[in-house]
């Protein structure tokens, strides 16, 4: 079974920043996976926001590059999104997701609980 677990969202004033993290337990991490984030804002499709392949190859939204940076532990399962400068429109669920192999798929991803970040202006 896989578990993601997210922590560090919040309320932060426009202009600020956040990190979130993403614990990641189960079997699909014993092999090569992709891990990223995704936002979803009311009354809007779930986006990917920035995800990173096994090679270390990085996937950011356009509106957030520049801003975002995620990174993932050397020798942990861990995922984090640094972001800055954040904008009122940021303001969404974040979920963390895993899938096993080189790239995510919201079909086949395993996702965390979603952890809620508000921006306000």
């Known amino acids: 079974q896989v578990q993601l677990v997210e922590s560090g969202g919040g309320l932060v004033q426009a202009g600020g920043s956040l990190r979130l993290s993403c614990a990641g337990t189960?079997?699909?991490?014993?092999?090569?996976?992709?891990m990223g984030w995704y936002r979803q804002a009311p009354g809007k499709e779930r986006e990917l926001v920035a995800a990173i392949n096994p090679f270390g190859a990085t996937y950011y939204l356009e509106p957030v590059k520049g801003r975002f940076a995620v990174s993932k532990e050397e020798g942990s399962h861990t995922l984090h999104l640094q972001m800055n400068n954040l904008k009122v429109d940021d303001t969404a669920m974040y979920y963390c997701a895993a899938t096993a192999g080189a790239r995510l798929k919201p079909s086949s991803n395993y996702w965390g609980q979603g952890t809620q970040v508000t921006v306000s202006s």
């Open positions: 189960g079997s699909i991490f014993s092999r090569i996976y992709s």
